[in-house]
């Protein structure tokens, strides 16, 4: 995986962070797991592979999130950036972990991970369950996806039982 730096308006390097939940058709994408058996959870890759590397594998008519999670370069730009943070982290933090407090998934883009460093070990517990091919007749996973939710928006969501 390529571990890039970009430069700083003062000319020093910063390392760049990486998006676990990103598009598969930058040019620096790498496939972060396959989606895989009971709730589709993810399964991660000991290795990053090129994303362009699968990409042409993948049938047509079948979206490649659908089968795999990728990961891409955390960029300014994005819907789910609120100044420095991911907000789609923080949302996600919101939802009950579905994986055993004490099982932390193996995952190769942990040192670079946007997530990891906003949220830790909670981010990890939260990761493997995070799709980026929402069902629109999932009413919290399309709350959880919509950067416009609140928190507390969640919070109370959650609280009733969905």
């Known amino acids: 995986m390529d571990s890039s730096v970009d430069r700083a308006q003062d000319g020093r390097e910063t390392p760049v962070a990486w998006c676990p939940s990103g598009e598969a058709n930058r040019p620096e994408s790498v496939v972060l797991g396959v989606r895989s058996g009971d709730g589709d959870q993810v399964v991660y890759l000991a290795d990053p592979v090129p994303a362009a590397d699968v990409l042409g594998g993948i049938p047509e008519g079948i979206a490649p999130s659908r089968v795999l999670r990728f990961a891409s370069h955390c960029v300014s730009d994005c819907a789910n950036r609120v100044g420095e943070a991911c907000g789609l982290i923080e949302r996600i933090k919101v939802v009950p972990a579905g994986t055993a407090a004490s099982a932390v998934p193996r995952c190769h883009l942990r040192p670079h ?6 949220a830790g070990v ?18 919290l996973t399309v709350l ?7 928190r507390e928006q969640l919070e109370s969501w959650v609280a009733a039982g969905g």
């Open 144 to 150: 959880v996806a919509d950067p416009a939710t609140t």
């Open 122 to 139: 909670e981010a990890c517990h939260r990761c493997p369950a995070v799709s980026t091919l929402n069902s629109r007749d999932d009413e």
């Open 113 to 118: 991970c946007k997530w990891w460093g906003q």
